[in-house]
């Protein structure tokens, strides 16, 4: 079992920063990849961000490309995402999510274990 625990939400305006992490506890961390998902009130969960247990790869949806980079440090078993030139439509309760794989999961049911949800918002 892997723990997750999502830090770092909170009000920002359009164009500000803000770093979300994601802390693992439980087993090794080191063999799972992560992702961030993040859903808006009234719409499905969706894939924002993913990386490899080892760090090297990693993939982001379209609509956060060149803004937002997710990054791991596996010794402090934490991942993180860095948004920048944050938008209202970024607003959202952001999720980490992990699994043992070799790949980029992208889908929800590839991953079986979930942290609680860190809220984002973004006032225009």
């Known amino acids: 079992q892997v723990q997750l625990v999502e830090s770092g939400g909170g009000l920002v305006q359009a164009g500000e920063s803000l770093r979300l992490s994601c802390a693992a506890s439980?087993?090794?961390?080191?063999?799972?990849?992560v992702g961030w998902f993040r859903q808006a009130p009234g719409k499905e969960r969706e894939f924002v961000a993913a990386?490899?247990?080892?760090?090297?790869?990693?993939y982001y949806a379209e609509s956060v490309k060149g803004r937002f980079t997710v990054s791991r440090d596996n010794a402090r078993e934490s991942v993180y995402l860095q948004m920048n030139s944050l938008k209202p439509e970024d607003t959202a309760v952001y999720y980490c999510?992990?699994?043992?794989?070799?790949?980029?999961?992208?889908?929800?049911?590839?991953?079986?274990?979930w942290g609680q949800g860190t809220q984002v918002t973004v006032s225009s």
């Open positions: 999510a992990a699994d043992l794989a070799f790949g980029l999961p992208r889908d929800i049911d590839e991953y079986g274990f």
């Open positions: 990386i490899t247990w080892s760090g090297g790869n990693t």
């Open positions: 439980g087993r090794t961390f080191s063999g799972y990849a």
